[in-house]
C-alpha cells in the first residue's frame, strides 16, 4: 500500500511539474491536411506527406502545418476538416477523393478559409481542385512494357474502376500498342487500395496466366515483392518501390505533390489564391518517373524521349485517332486528343482490352 | 507457484460505484506519463482532450459533433447489450448497419429530384430499421434450424453486405453527373435530416431517437417480461426452459430487435451527417459499438455514457492531433489503457487474486 502511495505522489508530481504553456506563432499561414490513411503506407498518402513536409522545409519561417491522418471518408470527415478551421487554418488541403461532399460543406461555412480537394470536381469560390495526370506515366510504362515483354502478357492488378484507374489502364494499352501490336492484358480487380494479401495472390495468378510484366493501381508493394521472387519484371505504383524489387522494377509513375503545395501555399501569403482546376502532370513535376532500371539501354533512351515528349507536350497519350473496344472511333473533343472531361470521366476500354468495365 | 483468481464473497456498493472512476484516474496518471516522455505538457493534453470539447463556448460545436459521434454508437450498442445478456452473440452489426444504410437509401435514391412531400424520411428510416432486421434473422434462423454458430456467420454476413454496398453505389444507384465515381448523388432535403440548430454545428434529430432508444431500452430490460426472459437465460440457461422459456424465440427476437437498431443507426447516418451513399459509410461504427455496449455494462443507461465518453476521446484526439501536433496513434493507445483499466477494476472488485505458494497444498477441511 505505500508503495502505491508513493507511485501516485509521484505521478501527481510529474503532471504538476511539467505544465507549461503551448506556444504558438502568430504570424504564420496555419495550413491543414487531411489524409485517408496513415502516413506510412508508403503509397499515396505517403506522398501526401512528403508533400506536406516538403513545403513545411521550403516555407518554415512563413508556414506551420498539421496534419490529420487516417480520416475516415463517412461522417467524420466533415468534423476533422472544420476542426482545421476552426484550429485557425487558412489553407486546407483534404487529399482523397471520399472528403469531396464534406470539404464542400465546411468550405460553405468558412468563406475566408481556402480549401483544396484532391481529385474531386465540385469547385466554388474558395474551394479548388488538384490532381495529377498519373496517366501520363502509365502511358510510358506501357511503351516499356510492350518492348520488355516476350509472353506479350501484361498483368494488370486494380483497385475501383473509376475513371483515373480507367484511364490508366487505356494510356497503358495505347503505349503498349505504340510499340507492340499483339500486347495482351490480364486484368484483376482486388477491390480495394490497399490490400497487400489479395494483391499477392492476384500478382501471382497473373504470373500463372503467363504475365511475364506486372503493372498496378494498387498502393501496396506486395505485387513487386511477387515479381522480385518470381525474377519478372514490374512497375512501382504512387511511391519508387526500388527497395521491394531490385531486380525487378523498370520505373514507377509516382505523384510528387511538394511543388503544388509550395505554390497553393505563397498564392495565399501574397493574397493572390483563387479558386483553380490544377491537373498537372510530368511538365509541372507532379508525376514524376523513378529511375528507368532493369532494362536494356535502347528501351531506357525510348522511355526517356517519351517522357521528354509529354512533358514538352508535343505527345499526348491520348491523341486521336483512338478506338474503343468495340471498334467505334472516339470523337475527339479536345482537337488532335480527347478533352480533360473525356479522360475525368472515362468509362470505357480502348480496342485491344479484352476485359469489361466492371458495372457497364 | 501459482497466481489464482478468486471470487470475493462480497462486493462493497461505494467500490463498485467508484471502480469507472478508479479506472479513468489510473487512465490520465499513465497518458499523462506517456505525454511527459514524449516531452510535451500533460496538463496540456489532458485538457485539449477532455476540458476542450466539454467547454467549447456557444455554440457548441465540439459538444454537438460528440453527440453526433455518439448517436450511433449508442443507438447499435444498446440493441448489441439485449443480444449479450442473454449470451446471444450478435458480432455483425456492422452488416446491419450497412444494409440498414442501403435499404433506407433506396427509397432516397429512388425519388432524388423529384417533389414527392415529406412522408419520404420517416419511411426510409422505416425501410432502414426493417432491412437491418431481416438481414440480423439470417444468423439467427441458421443458428435456430441448424445450429450454425452466429459469431461466425454474423461476421461473415459483414463483408456480404460490404460487397453489397459497394455494387450498389458502383452500379445501379451511381450518380449519373458524378463522372462514373462510385458514389450516389446527394439526398434531397426531403430525405435528408436536418440539423437542429444554425450555425457549425452538426447536432440532428437522430440524437433524439438515440436518446428514445436508451430509454425504451432500459425500460424493457427492467420493466418487461422479455426483459425478464433475456436477462434469465443469460443468468441460468437452465432455470429458464424450466420455466418454459423458448430460447429460439428468444435468438429471433434479440436478433431482430438489434438488427432493426443497427440498421435504423445505418439510415440515420446517412441521412443525417453524410447525406448521400458510398462506400466509405462502412467506418467500423458496428464493431465499436461492441465496445460501447460493454464499457457501459450492458446497461442502456451506463451505455449512453459510454458512447459519449468514447466519442470525447474521439473529438479530443483530434484536438491533440491538431493543436499538440501528436500522433493519431497515440489516441490509440489512449483508448486501449482506458479500455485495459476498466476491466482490470472490475475484474478486481469481483476477484481477489491470491498467489498460491505450492499448487498441490490442499485447503483444510474445516475452512
Known amino acids: 500500500m505505500k508503495k502505491l502511495n508513493i507511485i501516485a505522489v509521484l505521478a501527481v508530481l510529474v503532471l504538476g511539474v511539467m505544465t507549461f504553456g503551448a506556444v504558438h506563432a502568430a504570424d504564420k499561414l496555419k495550413v491543414g491536411f487531411i489524409y485517408v490513411g496513415p502516413v506510412g503506407d508508403l503509397g499515396y498518402t505517403y506522398q501526401h506527406e512528403v508533400g ?96 520488355m515483354t516476350k509472353s506479350n502478357i501484361i498483368g494488370y492488378i486494380v483497385s475501383f474502376p473509376i475513371p483515373e484507374v480507367i484511364s490508366g489502364i487505356n494510356a497503358t494499352m495505347l503505349g503498349a500498342q505504340s510499340v507492340n501490336p499483339n500486347v495482351k492484358f490480364k486484368i ?93 502532370g510530368l511538365d509541372k513535376g507532379m508525376v514524376v518517373m523513378a529511375p528507368y532500371t532493369n532494362m536494356p539501354d535502347d528501351v531506357k533512351a525510348m522511355a526517356k524521349k517519351t517522357e521528354e515528349a509529354i512533358r514538352t507536350h508535343a505527345l499526348h497519350p491520348f491523341k486521336c485517332p483512338i478506338v474503343d473496344q468495340n471498334g467505334k472511333t472516339v470523337e475527339c473533343k479536345g482537337g488532335d486528343r480527347l478533352d480533360n472531361g473525356q479522360i475525368l470521366s472515362m468509362n470505357w476500354y480502348v480496342k485491344g482490352i479484352d476485359d469489361k468495365v466492371p458495372g457497364q | 507457484m501459482q497466481l489464482v483468481l478468486e471470487r470475493r464473497a462480497e462486493r462493497s456498493t461505494v467500490v463498485a460505484i467508484a471502480s469507472p472512476l478508479i479506472a479513468i484516474a489510473l487512465t490520465l496518471v499513465t497518458i499523462g506519463i506517456l505525454f511527459a516522455i514524449i516531452g510535451k505538457s500533460p496538463i496540456e493534453a489532458l485538457r485539449v482532450y477532455f476540458v476542450e470539447p466539454l467547454t467549447d463556448p456557444y455554440p457548441f460545436f465540439l459538444q454537438q459533433e460528440i453527440a453526433v459521434k455518439a448517436t450511433p454508437l449508442v443507438m447499435i450498442a444498446v440493441g448489441l447489450s439485449l443480444c449479450y445478456i442473454a449470451n446471444i452473440w450478435n458480432i455483425g452489426a456492422e452488416g446491419q448497419f450497412l444494409v440498414g444504410a442501403v435499404c433506407g437509401s433506396w427509397l432516397a435514391v429512388k425519388t ?236 478486481l472488485i469481483a476477484y481477489r487474486v491470491r498467489l498460491l505458494r505450492t499448487a498441490r497444498k490442499v485447503a483444510p477441511a474445516n475452512a
Open chain 1, 52 to 147: 506536406r513536409r516538403a513545403l513545411q522545409k521550403a516555407l518554415n519561417d512563413k508556414v506551420e502545418t498539421t496534419y490529420l491522418e487516417n480520416v475516415p471518408e463517412g461522417a467524420d470527415a466533415e468534423r476533422a476538416i472544420e476542426q482545421l478551421a476552426r484550429a485557425g487554418n487558412k489553407l486546407i488541403f483534404t487529399t482523397s477523393f471520399g472528403f469531396m461532399d464534406a470539404t464542400v460543406k465546411v468550405a460553405a461555412k468558412y468563406p475566408n478559409v481556402f480549401f483544396e480537394h484532391a481529385t474531386g470536381f465540385k469547385r466554388a469560390k474558395n474551394l479548388a481542385t488538384y490532381a495529377a495526370r498519373f496517366y501520363e506515366g502509365r502511358y510510358i510504362q506501357g511503351q516499356i512494357a510492350g518492348k
Open chain 1, 188 to 280: 484483376i480487380w482486388v477491390n480495394s487500395w490497399f490490400d497487400p494479401g489479395k494483391e499477392a495472390d492476384a500478382a501471382k495468378a497473373l504470373i500463372d496466366q503467363g504475365a511475364d510484366i506486372l503493372t498496378q493501381h494498387t498502393d501496396s508493394p506486395a505485387a513487386m515483392q511477387i515479381a522480385e521472387q518470381r525474377g519478372i519484371h514490374a512497375f512501382g505504383q504512387s511511391s519508387d518501390m526500388i527497395k521491394f524489387g531490385p531486380h525487378a522494377q523498370l520505373t514507377a509513375d509516382t505523384d510528387y505533390w511538394g511543388n503544388y503545395y509550395i505554390d497553393r501555399a505563397k498564392l495565399v501569403l501574397d493574397g493572390k489564391w483563387k479558386s483553380d482546376d490544377t491537373w498537372d
Open chain 2, 112 to 347: 432524388n429530384g423529384t417533389d414527392v412531400g415529406h412522408w419520404v424520411l420517416p419511411v426510409m428510416l422505416i425501410l432502414g430499421a426493417l432491412g437491418g432486421a431481416i438481414y440480423g434473422l439470417i444468423p439467427a434462423l441458421c443458428r435456430v434450424y441448424f445450429g450454425a454458430s452466429e459469431i461466425l456467420t454474423s461476421l461473415m454476413l459483414v463483408y456480404v453486405a460490404n460487397l453489397g454496398l459497394d455494387y450498389m453505389v458502383r452500379g445501379p444507384w451511381r450518380d449519373p453527373h458524378g463522372l462514373n465515381f462510385p458514389t450516389t448523388a446527394a439526398f434531397d432535403p426531403a430525405a435528408s435530416i436536418g440539423t437542429l440548430f444554425e450555425g457549425p454545428g452538426r447536432l440532428h434529430a437522430g440524437s433524439i431517437i438515440a436518446l428514445v432508444v436508451v430509454m425504451l431500452g432500459a425500460v424493457m430490460l427492467g420493466r418487461t417480461l422479455m426483459g425478464f426472459q433475456i436477462r434469465l437465460v443469460g443468468a441460468a440457461p437452465r432455470a429458464a426452459r424450466f420455466s418454459g422459456f423458448d430460447t429460439n424465440k428468444l435468438v429471433l427476437f434479440t436478433f431482430a430487435v438489434s438488427g432493426a437498431l443497427a440498421g435504423l443507426a445505418g439510415i440515420v447516418e446517412v441521412a443525417g451527417p453524410i447525406g448521400h451513399l458510398d462506400p466509405g459509410v462502412a467506418s467500423g461504427y458496428g464493431f465499436t459499438a461492441i465496445i460501447v455496449a460493454f464499457l457501459g455494462r450492458l446497461n442502456p443507461i451506463g451505455i449512453l455514457f459510454a458512447g459519449l465518453f468514447l466519442a470525447l476521446t474521439f473529438i479530443g484526439g483530434e484536438g491533440a492531433q491538431i493543436a499538440l501536433k501528436v500522433p493519431l496513434d497515440l489516441t490509440k493507445v489512449f483508448q486501449g489503457i482506458l479500455l485495459f483499466y476498466v476491466l482490470a477494476c472490475d475484474s
